[in-house]
């Protein structure tokens, strides 16, 4: 039952109420682990990363990673949170092969970040979902089932990693919601660099929080679907969570609180443990680790050392360049796709027709190849060569493209952006017409070739025009420029 599902972005799904809730945990991008000097990188032979702390053999003893402290008064700055002056790590206890210690250390009670919020659009609606927390722990390592018969192995090298758990109100009300939220807190997490946002290596992992219920009745009984590594799979496990509850709850069932996976071959959601409370966990205060204590002046130097934040650099792209709010949220997408907007923009005055350029053209490029921001082979100063010459009247639009598509293809000749450009433009024969005397010519061979065209137009058929217009392209291989050929056919068709 692999079907495609459309996301559910009414607010009532068969008259309940849809709510969500967040818990995401991300990697934090440190080269060494929470508490030991073990390596995190991706990818090793197992257990080639894990250190005696991470073993957790006796007599070792954690000790604070000064970095992964740094990224979460990072990401509290970036979302508007409290960064706690004084936060407490604690035990959480509970057993399981890939957790030698038998507890992980993580902050319960006091966390390091508190409050915040992360706003978004959905479609054309302003949406701000509220931030409980943001607290740090350490990752376990890996149980492994493939390689083994009757046995499993246990790889240790993630175990230590750092994490940053961080948790939403219930706020969103909808798949199509929750699925914008993820978007744009994974937006955040890799802008201001603290997570590389890697899903499929685990770099970034949601856990949904779904019930239901009737409009005014108390919160429904959650159910939590674990690890949810691609957005595509995220919408289509919690429409399926949805409809399921639904029917539980139609058929005369009571929705258990559940922990429960998504598989995404079935498209279905199964439970995997009855979900335990914190009870369970006998969190208390680790007696290795003292209060994490962050001075004032350490969050203010953290603060005057980011970067322009995604939102503040979107308002300032609409302010500074004209743009509409829909171009501005779309080239603030990643970092490298501003820096390259903004670039092109400067060089040659045309911010319209740079955002145009970057969301069309070069996206679209972008996207049928394997090419990424930083393997562009059409530099910001090219593209923006390439529209002023689109701008000042050299070329026209279409023949931007075939310019465009040489660059690409560097086949440009030596020398500077303008160069290279005019270079492509003269070898391909793009430059328009825009000398009037030639093009006058044309005109008039038209003209008379077209009488059937001229009587309907003057007969007031608005199409005819158009056909005109088309022909005195076409005689003029394209080179005319529609706007002065517009203009000279009115006038000479009186
Ligand atoms: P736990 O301690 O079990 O992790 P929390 O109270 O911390 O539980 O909540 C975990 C997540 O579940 C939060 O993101 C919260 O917003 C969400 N949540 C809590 N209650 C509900 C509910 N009834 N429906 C949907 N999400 C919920
Ligand atoms: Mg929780």
């Given at each position: 039952?692999n079907?495609?599902?459309?996301p559910?972005t009414?607010?009532?799904?068969r008259?309940?109420?849809?709510v969500i809730?967040?818990?995401?945990?991300?990697?934090?991008?440190t080269?060494?682990?929470i508490f030991?000097?073990?390596?995190?990188?991706?990818?090793a032979?197992?257990n080639?990363?894990?250190?005696?702390?991470?073993?957790?053999?006796?007599?070792?003893l954690?000790?604070?990673n000064?970095?992964a402290v740094?990224?979460?008064?990072?990401?509290?700055l970036?979302?508007?949170?409290?960064?706690?002056?004084?936060?407490?790590?604690?035990?959480?206890n509970?057993?399981?092969?890939d957790?030698?210690?038998g507890y992980?250390?993580?902050?319960?009670?006091?966390?390091?970040v508190?409050?915040?919020?992360?706003e978004?659009?959905?479609?054309?609606?302003?949406?701000s979902?509220?931030l409980v927390?943001?607290?740090?722990?350490?990752?376990?390592?890996k149980?492994?089932?493939e390689d083994?018969?009757?046995?499993?192995?246990?790889?240790?090298?993630?175990?230590g990693?750092?994490?940053?758990?961080?948790?939403?109100e219930?706020?969103?009300?909808?798949?199509?919601?929750?699925?914008?939220y993820?978007?744009?807190?994974?937006?955040?997490v890799?802008w201001i660099?603290?997570?590389d946002g890697?899903?499929q290596?685990?770099?970034?992992?949601?856990?949904?929080?779904v019930?239901?219920?009737?409009?005014?009745?108390?919160?429904?009984t959650?159910?939590?679907i674990?690890?949810l590594?691609?957005?595509k799979?995220?919408?289509?496990?919690?429409?399926?969570?949805?409809?399921w509850?639904i029917?539980?709850?139609?058929?005369?069932?009571?929705?258990?609180?559940?922990?429960?996976?998504?598989?995404?071959?079935?498209?279905?959601?199964?439970?995997?443990r009855?979900?335990?409370?914190?009870?369970d966990?006998?969190?208390?205060?680790?007696?290795d680790?003292?209060?994490l204590v962050?001075e004032?002046?350490?969050?203010?130097r953290?603060?005057?050392?980011?970067?322009?934040?995604?939102?503040v650099?979107?308002?300032r792209?609409?302010?500074?360049?004209?743009?509409?709010?829909y171009d501005?949220?779309?080239l603030t997408?990643?970092?490298?796709?501003a820096?390259?907007?903004?670039?092109?923009?400067?060089a040659?005055n045309?911010p319209?027709?740079v955002?145009?350029?970057v969301?069309g053209?070069?996206?679209?490029?972008?996207n049928?190849?394997d090419?990424?921001?930083a393997?562009?082979?059409?530099?910001?100063t090219?593209?923006?060569?390439?529209?002023?010459?689109?701008?000042?009247?050299?070329?026209?639009?279409?023949?931007?493209?075939?310019v465009f598509?040489a660059?690409?293809?560097?086949?440009?000749?030596?020398?500077d952006?303008l160069?290279?450009v005019?270079?492509?433009?003269?070898?391909?024969?793009?430059k328009?017409m825009?000398?009037?005397?030639?093009?006058?010519?044309i005109i008039?061979?038209?003209?008379?070739?077209n009488?059937?065209?001229?009587?309907?137009?003057r007969?007031?058929?608005?199409k005819?025009?158009n056909?005109?217009v088309?022909?005195?392209?076409?005689?003029?291989k394209?080179?005319?420029n529609p706007?002065q050929?517009?203009?000279l056919?009115?006038?000479?068709?009186?």
């Open positions: 039952m079907q495609k599902t459309k559910e009414s607010l009532l799904v008259g309940y109420e849809v809730g967040f818990e995401t945990h991300a990697q934090l991008s080269a060494s682990k030991s000097r073990a390596s995190t990188a991706f990818g032979e197992p080639t990363q894990a250190c005696a702390v991470d073993l957790a053999l006796p007599g070792t954690p000790v604070m000064k970095g740094e990224r979460a008064i990072q990401f509290g970036a979302v508007g949170s409290h960064v706690a002056e004084h936060s407490v790590f604690a035990r959480k509970y057993f399981y092969p957790l030698p210690k992980q250390i993580s902050q319960f009670e006091i966390p390091v508190q409050g915040g919020s992360v978004f659009f959905l479609g054309d609606e302003k949406k979902v509220r927390r943001a607290h740090l722990e350490e990752d376990a390592g149980s492994l089932h083994f018969i009757g046995q499993s192995g246990i790889d240790l090298n993630r175990a990693t750092p994490l940053l758990e961080i948790v939403t219930p706020d969103m009300r909808s798949s199509a919601e929750a699925v914008a993820a978007k744009e807190l994974h937006k955040i890799t660099g603290i997570c890697n899903m290596e685990g770099s970034f992992r949601c856990d949904a929080n019930s239901v219920r009737k409009p005014g009745a108390p919160l429904g959650r159910r939590e674990k690890n590594n691609s957005f799979f995220m919408q289509q496990a919690i429409d399926f969570e949805i409809r509850q029917e539980q709850i139609e058929d005369g069932f009571e929705i258990q609180q559940a922990t429960v996976l998504f598989d995404p071959d079935t498209g279905e959601t199964r439970a995997m009855t979900k335990e409370d914190a009870a966990y006998r969190y208390f205060p680790d007696p680790l003292p209060p962050i004032r002046e350490w969050v203010e953290v603060r005057s050392e980011m970067a322009e934040l995604p939102r650099m979107a308002a792209f609409m302010a500074d360049y004209g743009l509409p709010e501005a949220t779309t997408q990643s970092q490298a796709m820096a390259y907007f903004e670039a092109a923009a400067k040659c045309q319209k027709l955002s145009n350029w969301m053209e070069l996206s679209r490029r972008m049928s190849g090419v990424t921001m393997t562009l082979p059409v530099s910001a090219q593209l923006a060569a390439l529209i002023g010459r689109i701008a000042d009247g050299t070329i026209s639009n279409n023949a931007g493209k075939q598509e660059l690409w293809a560097a086949e440009a000749p030596e020398g952006a160069a290279q005019d270079g492509l433009i003269e070898a391909k024969g793009l328009q825009n000398d009037t005397g030639a093009l006058d010519t008039d061979e038209v003209l008379a070739a009488a059937k065209s001229v009587e309907e137009y007969s007031g058929k608005e005819a025009f056909a005109l088309g022909q005195v392209m076409k005689a003029s394209g080179k005319a706007a050929a517009t203009e056919l009115k006038a000479k068709l009186g």
